[in-house]
């Protein structure tokens, strides 16, 4: 097991203050969904042309957005970025906050379980921050440090059992990459010691995959799912294989995938045969039970929810620069049905909740949040 520890935590400036607006006003509200026009995001402040959607709470209540501040004046005392945090009830938005960020490269963050702290890559993966909302402190817990080994991740962060998991690399005291891998942070109860664990050797995993793989997923806390080249009866193809902890195996060979997302012991995943057919399967490699979802149809967008049991697909209809999007249940055997509010609609992103039940949709139109049935 490799561990790479640092003790030395710097606290930031305080953030800028949280700033309220009602949004009961110019909210459209229908019978399965709301939606906040691009109008009234604009009269709220926000530059649609410049927001993103960064990251949601696990129970769907928060949605963190991010823009960068071209204000001169908030530059000048440290703020680059601004976050938009949007409130969610059981009628639909309740309030926004913004809330001034001072940290000058910020790529990728991620809730923490309960939304109380939003982590925080920056610096290409060099620097990582943790912000705690109650306080409004930003703590830097570990940065590059000349002539000292340490851990670098890429823009990617997966929560699982209240830990966060990176994929990245461990580098040596010169900065030279040591191995590939996906980390998990490790914290002591005071928060003033932390450790890059391995959980996964990455690298070690890729050199005896069958080709150099065009698509990857982690599933938190140690397997994997890649997309390789490979060699059927038929010739050459492409191979979904797993790696369950242990062991590399393939469960499926096609011409080419259309997407996939992965959770535990499942994986949703769009494949195009020989023959020419396209299937969107859902399989539980553990119980080795597959689903046939929809039709031949070139899904794309694939999401899976946290227990596996719903799966979100969308359709794109590029002549119109339509989309709509489709969930299934596994208490009804996965048959889809379209999302209100995200039926025809321009092209847009998405984030959907871990608990499998809240989704926001962000495009020219507006920002628009449901709950599936």
Do not use: C
Request: glycine share 10%; aromatic share 14%.
């Amino acid at each position: 097991m490799v561990k790479i520890y640092y003790r030395s935590f710097v606290v930031l400036p305080a953030v800028g203050l949280f700033l309220f607006f009602g949004l009961l006003n110019g909210v459209v509200q229908a019978k399965d969904f709301s939606m906040i026009p691009a109008a009234k995001l604009v009269q709220l402040g926000v530059n649609p042309k410049t927001f993103l959607l960064w990251t949601i709470s696990s129970d769907g209540s928060l949605l963190v957005g991010h823009e960068p501040i071209s204000d001169l004046k908030l530059k000048k005392q440290g703020f680059i970025h601004q976050l938009r945090l949007f409130y969610f009830g059981p009628k639909g938005f309740q309030k926004m906050r913004t809330l001034y960020l001072p940290i000058v490269r910020a790529q990728q963050s991620h809730l923490d379980e309960k939304g109380e702290n939003l982590y925080i890559i920056g610096n290409d993966g060099a620097d990582f921050y943790r912000l705690h909302f109650a306080t409004k402190h930003v703590t830097r817990f570990f940065h590059r440090v000349p002539n000292r080994a340490g851990f670098r991740a890429y823009p990617l962060i997966y929560l699982e059992g209240g830990k966060f998991f990176f994929p990245g690399y461990f580098y040596d005291k010169d900065g030279y990459v040591l191995e590939h891998v996906v980390a998990r942070l490790d914290s002591d109860p005071g928060n003033k010691s932390i450790a890059f664990t391995r959980v996964l050797a990455d690298q070690a995993i890729r050199k005896i995959l069958p080709g150099p793989a065009s698509n990857w997923e982690f599933m938190p806390p140690d397997q994997a799912m890649y997309i390789v080249p490979t060699e059927s009866k038929e010739g050459s193809a492409m191979a979904l294989i797993v790696y369950d902890g242990t062991r590399t195996r393939v469960l499926d060979l096609g011409v080419a995938f259309g997407g996939f997302a992965a959770t535990r012991n499942r994986v949703l995943y769009s494949i195009k045969r020989s023959s020419g057919e396209r299937e969107t399967l859902l399989k539980d490699f553990i119980l080795n039970k597959t689903w046939t979802i929809g039709g031949h149809e070139p899904y794309v967008y694939h999401y899976l929810s946290h227990d596996g049991k719903t799966v979100l697909l969308a359709i794109l209809d590029y002549k119109h620069i339509l989309m709509t999007m489709y969930y299934g249940k596994e208490e009804d055997n996965f048959q889809l049905q379209p999302i209100p509010g995200i039926l025809n609609v321009p092209f847009g992103t998405l984030r959907y909740s871990d608990d499998g039940k809240h989704w926001v949709f962000f495009n020219k139109d507006g920002l628009a949040y449901g709950i599936l049935p």
